[in-house]
Each structure stands twice: as C-alpha cells, then as structure tokens.
C-alpha cells in the first residue's frame, strides 16, 4: 500500500509526520508498520543529487502493543493528537481490517521519538539484501541554518549519497506505558481528542475516543502518576440500531464543547456532563 498520511505538525526545527505504510524491512511477507517522520523545515533539497527530494527525510517505526511473552502489534495508526504543554503525541491505533478486530490508544513523548532519530540507522546495500543496522554518521543531528547560499550550501556528495540510503531508523520508538492506556477487542477506533483538566491534587488527560460503529469512549489518563489509563463511560450519539461511523471530533475550549462530525450532519455535545450522574443524599 501506498503511504497513508495522518497528520502533519510542526514542532521546533522539524516538521514531523504521523503515518502508516507496508514495512519494506519485515522479511516474512507483506505487513503494515505505523511511523513517525520527520524533515527540516529549511529543506530544499540537494545540489547535484537528490534535487527536488529532501536530504534530511528519516522515518521511525512506533510501537503500540499488548505486553507478554509473544506481544500482540496494534500496527495501524488511524488518528494522533499533540499535546504541545506535556510534549505527548497520543494515538489511535488498530490491527489490520483483514485481522479480528482490536484497537488500542498509546502516547509517545517528543523525547523518545528524538532518541530513535538519534540512533542508528537501518540499511540495505541491494534490493535483494537483507535490512541490517548502520552507524548514524551524525548522531545528534541538528537542522542547518539559512545563509545566503541556501540550507544546502553544504551539503556534500558523501552526505548527499547518505541521504538516499539512510533514511529509516533501526531503533523503535517505544510508547510512555509499557502496555496501551486504552484497550479494546471487537471495536476499531476512529478518531481522537484530548482535553486537559486540573484535579483537585494531579492533572487528568481526558480522551474522547470515536468509534466505528458511532459511539464515543470517554477515558481518563493520569500523566502525574507514570501515564496510566481507564474508562469512564461510552456515549452514544445515534438512535437505537444505527450505526454511522464518526468521520472528525473537535474540542472548542472557550465553549467547553466537543463537536462531532458525521457524514451529513455535526452534533455539539458538553465536555462537562455532571448531570448524567445522579448524586445519592
């Protein structure tokens, strides 16, 4: 399959890309890897080589799996959403549409993805060759700086011939919970937002998690105490018997809402809906 973009941010020097597409380095037939990747915002591309292509292009694969002796990959990232205060990209992700049905919501810090771009690299020397690790020449990579010749005024033709080669990552980035904050078997998730909310003594991540089916997951994380997760309810949104897949989710802050979109119709639902709970005196 061709690679399927999901979202796009632009954080510091970088611009980084959430996607999935087949793992050309899984050597036992065709497999979906979900990645990260990421390109200097200053990229032209190169000079004698690679003109028109980005030379600072690197992708990384993310791991969201069930923990155990054979662990089980949620290997299809279908939404993420960033958390610019906490530095935490949260993501929903599924097994293939082929497979029993199963999704699963992970959260990786902006660090761990550094620390994989920063290693080494992951490389073939022919088609027919088999994926082996490879030195990163510039392990603490930093974007250049525009000068009046250009980001690529030095660039190489080593650098360069490395950039066409070493682009994917050898070390996976791992997620900031050994097993997923949320899971699910018999359900794909859809769509993703996340609301920060100030308890009484610790910060709460609330995730508004949409289904295929046309319900929301509502879930709580604790990030103060090691990023742990739990259910809080599930909303349905649709008459008795129907099923419509929710298509976006938008959270309003100054209206202290969440807007849903459906395929010919947005419904606006409160964040706040205390009075779903009755109060026993």
């Not at 980001?151 to 791992?174: C, F, K």
Request: net charge negative; glycine share 6%; charged share 20%.
């Amino acid at each position: 399959m061709e690679p399927h973009f999901i979202s796009a941010y632009d954080i510091g020097l970088f611009t980084f890309f959430f996607l999935r597409e087949n793992a050309v380095e899984h050597d036992c037939g065709k497999t979906v890897y979900s990645r990260v990747a990421r390109v200097c915002k200053n990229d032209i591309g190169g000079r004698f080589l690679l003109e028109d292509t980005w030379t600072t292009f690197m992708k990384a694969r993310l791991n969201c799996s069930r923990s155990g002796e054979i662990p089980f990959y949620y290997n299809e990232l279908q939404s993420t959403f960033y958390l610019p205060e906490q530095d935490l990209i949260y993501g929903i992700f599924t097994t293939n549409v082929n497979s029993i049905a199963a999704s699963a919501v992970c959260a990786f810090n902006l660090s761990a993805i550094s620390q994989a771009f920063n290693g080494p690299f992951r490389s073939q020397e022919n088609p027919r060759s088999t994926w082996l690790p490879t030195a990163n020449p510039i392990h603490d990579f930093q974007c250049g700086t525009i000068n009046d010749e250009g980001p690529n005024e030095g660039l190489t033709e080593r650098s360069l011939q490395d950039a066409q080669r070493l682009y994917l990552m050898n070390d996976v980035v791992q997620p900031e919970s050994v097993d997923p904050l949320v899971m699910q078997d018999d359900v794909r998730f859809s769509n993703l937002v996340v609301d920060i909310v100030q308890g009484m003594d610790t910060l709460y991540h609330v995730m508004y998690i949409s289904t295929e089916y046309g319900t929301i997951l509502k879930a709580l994380a604790t990030p103060n105490k090691n990023l742990q997760g739990c259910y809080l309810e599930e909303m349905e949104l649709l008459p008795a018997g129907v099923r419509e897949p929710i298509l976006s989710l938008q959270i309003l802050h100054s209206d202290r809402s969440l807007f849903v979109g459906l395929n010919n119709r947005v419904l606006k639902i409160p964040l706040e809906r205390c009075s779903t709970y009755k109060t026993e005196t």
